[in-house]
């Protein structure tokens, strides 16, 4: 195991576990520990759980703060089973949202895609963007099938291999070969699939979208980022009813049944050290609580300052600690006037300038820009007042070193979002009652995350530049959970890094993953 310390052994006993962070990963490590007999404590800086799954209430309205949707919830349905009686699906509603998404391209060009059917994709896209669209979008599909079954157990379901240089190296998805200049290439980014196999603007625009919204920049993500429309067309979308902080909440909830502790307001300000291994954690306050493991679900430039030993040596995937991701931007809008009909619950407004946006948001060109827009309408009386109101969240992706403490820039680009979204919800200028902008530096303040930044999910390929470090560290006794950490950011794959750090003290250096 990447970065694991010789002389480490899985815990037979019943251990003093000490969890920083309240994060999603974080409590679903906690979870599976109790259940394993330990005794597990979570200090949490700010005064509520779940990282950056978080709500935003005022006058009746209420927001997702962080992600809206969901993909894989197999991952928390598993966390539910092994964790006690009540499966996921007693704690929390899941719906399937259909169609999955609603997309404007630049030209105007219109499509809905339907939830988990790829013919049913191939169909609507042949007919909305003309002969041959559709085939190609589902050949592609079809290859990043391959990527996804070459890479989900490495890079989801099983702790960072040792020989974690064989993913840098490999680009898993089968690029169709290119021929150029009397050359023959093979797609390496993300970008270069758009172009040599999509062949179509509004078809990048759709492949983009799925990196855009990890902050990913498609002219340099790995062409194996094709695993990310896959997820999403191969597993389907999903809605918790109430929000996402439902599935925070019955996480949450599931700790306690477990007799987790949580101590809220409560600043870790150092790792405590005993015999050359993490021996507890020293707070804020001057308080000293010992334990035998220490599970960090913080970010890696936090993590940094918690703890003079080195986490990684030569040779581990090290953690990305200097340079801050793109960040998410917000804007909550409280809407008079009912839902419409038949509205898609998630519209994605695309970019008129896809290179400005790409440079904009990598912090290489100037903006704001109008940008790629997610516009989230859920159908949801839990959201609103009543049924004369209406809800809706707007998200692009950001650089998160923009001038986001001046109002001026900020209002700007809220406007421009706005400006966007009138094609997914028209009339939209005079609906508005009020609106909440969330900054990334913003969401950075309340979750601790540098910058405000997002994590995206682990990649193969791309020289290693795409995965995350390993769970363990060169500290024995501390472990890394969460986004920041392999298999890296989005909820499933939070969820599954606390179950393989969980698996990983339960069972020790052996434990090689879900079976």
Known sequence: MAGLSVGADKVPRMARIAVIGAGM????????????????????????YGGGVRRFERDGFSFDTGPGLLTLPAVY???????????????VELVQVDPSSRHVFADGTEVALPNASRAGVVQALEAALGAGAGDRWGDFLVRAREAWDRTRRPLLEEPLWTDWRVLAER????????????????????????????????????????????????????????????????????????GVRELARAVYERCLARRV???????????????????????????????????????????????????????DVPPDASTPSPGRFTVLLALRGARAAGAAHRTVVHTPDRDAELDWVSGEGNGPVRPTVTVLRPDDPALRPDGEHESVVLTASAPP??????????????????????SAVPGLRERVLWREIRTPGRSGDETGAFCGGVSAPSLAGGNGDFLHPANTTRLPGLYRVGGWSHPGGGLAHAGMSGALVSGLIVEGPGFRGSQ
């Open 25 to 48: 990963g974080a409590m679903a490590a906690a979870a599976r520990l109790a259940v394993a007999g330990h005794r597990v404590a979570v200090y949490e800086r700010g005064e509520t």
């Open 77 to 91: 349905r598993d966390l539910f089973v092994k964790t006690g009686k009540q499966p996921l699906e007693e704690c």
């Open 261 to 315: 502790e949580f101590v809220f307001g409560a600043e870790v300000t150092a790792i405590v050290e005993k015999d050359g291994r993490a021996a507890g954690l020293e707070l804020a306050d001057g308080t000293v609580t010992e334990a035998d493991h220490v599970v960090a679900g913080v970010d890696p430039v936090r993590l940094r300052g918690l703890t003079e030993h080195a986490l990684d040596a030569d040779g």
């Open 171 to 242: 680009e898993p998805y089968p690029a169709v070969p290119h021929k150029r200049l009397l050359r023959t290439r093979r797609a390496g980014t993300l970008s270069e699939v758009a172009a040599w196999e999509l062949r179509d603007p509004r078809l990048t625009a759709l492949l983009d979208s799925h990196a855009l919204e990890y902050g990913l920049d498609p002219r340099d993500a790995p062409a194996s980022a094709a695993v990310l429309p896959y997820m999403e067309h191969a597993f389907g979308t999903w809605y918790v009813r109430g």
């Open 401 to 422: 070193r923009g001038d986001w403490a001046v109002d001026a820039p900020v209002e700007r680009f809220a406007t421009l979002m706005a400006d966007a979204a009138e």
